[in-house]
């Protein structure tokens, strides 16, 4: 029987899906056990790098806010909790505080994509570290006024984002991409 703390936790995790979507994660990283037959019905691209088998974010089997393959979803998704949701079981979260703070970071996010969109076009939907990847260094854009005018729209946004995710759905130790 689910209880009203469980059905609280999943409305949360629900009202989210920042860890789906790109914006926590680029890839997820697959386990041995885990049955891959389910991820590709759910339209997910394995892929293999050494001995390393993942998929990249954001999740194709996520699609309105639902995980389309839920019950067969792999292990690390099954056994993920973000730091936001830890807090929020622990009441030191109000549910206000938590969809707040979850607000602010899909704004964050879809202010990104949106510039994207004009910078990158087809390339909008891109986890938060392949956007990492394709953003200029300080160095490049000290050295050229055309290409911080070109990013500058992004990169306070994309601060902003990547703060909100480390003080609030981060723990301190790193994060597998």
């Not at 997910?44 to 639902?66: D, H, V």
């Not at 490049?140 to 911080?148: A, G, I, N, S, V």
Request: net charge positive.
């Amino acid at each position: 029987m689910i209880n009203d703390q469980e059905t609280a936790q999943q409305s949360l995790c629900l009202s989210c899906g920042l860890c789906c979507d790109g914006t926590i994660f680029g890839r997820v990283q697959l386990k041995a056990d885990d049955i891959l037959g389910p991820l590709k019905s759910g339209l997910i691209q394995i892929e293999l790098k050494g001995t390393k088998t993942f998929f990249r974010q954001p999740c194709s089997a996520y699609r309105e806010s639902c995980c389309q393959i839920y019950e067969d979803r792999p292990t690390n998704c099954r056994d993920y909790r973000c730091e936001l949701l830890k807090k929020y079981e622990a009441q030191v979260v109000t549910w206000e505080d938590a969809q707040e703070k979850i607000r602010r970071a899909r704004k964050l996010r879809e202010e990104i994509s949106a510039t994207l969109r004009r910078l990158t076009p087809g390339r909008d939907d891109m986890s938060i570290s392949a956007v990492l990847k394709i953003v200029p260094s300080p160095e490049e854009l000290r050295r050229d006024q055309t290409l911080l005018k070109k990013w500058g729209s992004t990169l306070l946004p994309l601060s902003a984002l990547l703060d909100c995710l480390q003080s609030h759905f981060k723990s301190r130790k790193s994060l597998p991409e």
